[in-house]
């Protein structure tokens, strides 16, 4: 299986930033999609951004403007720019990578489109 791993997480401030990063283990497996997720307490895992082996992006609309999603999918490597943290984007943060490519999957922030996750990253906004 694909390996990743999340950094960057931590304590910030309200109005603050943070840039998250994941990396990806090397393997045969060839990562054709990867974004990022957050599950809070007591909340579902929802979807934030999700960036295509060809440079293709894709937010959610809560977080468009304030969250940046960059990186090479060809590199492993990703990541996740956040500024004018809330509190409401306490939670831990996750990566995600899928070898799936499908016009169909796009767009797609849904948990079920991909196949491998990091161990998170804890976001704590105050």
């Known amino acids: 299986h694909v390996q990743l791993v999340e950094s960057g997480g931590g304590s910030v401030q309200a109005g603050g930033s943070l840039r998250l990063s994941c990396l990806a283990s090397r393997s045969t497996t060839k990562i054709e999609r990867m974004a990022w997720f957050r599950q809070a307490p007591g909340k579902e895992r929802e979807g934030l951004a999700t960036i295509r082996s060809d440079g293709i992006l894709a937010y959610k609309e809560f977080v468009r403007g304030r969250f940046t999603i960059s990186g090479d999918i060809a590199k492993n490597t990703i990541y996740l720019e956040m500024t004018n943290l809330e509190p409401e984007d306490t939670a831990m943060y996750y990566c995600?990578?899928?070898?799936?490519?499908?016009?169909?999957?796009?767009?797609?922030?849904?948990?079920?489109?991909?196949?491998?996750w990091g161990q998170g990253t804890q976001v704590t906004v105050s």
């Open positions: 995600a990578a899928d070898p799936k490519w499908a016009a169909s999957l796009t767009w797609s922030l849904s948990t079920s489109d991909f196949t491998y």
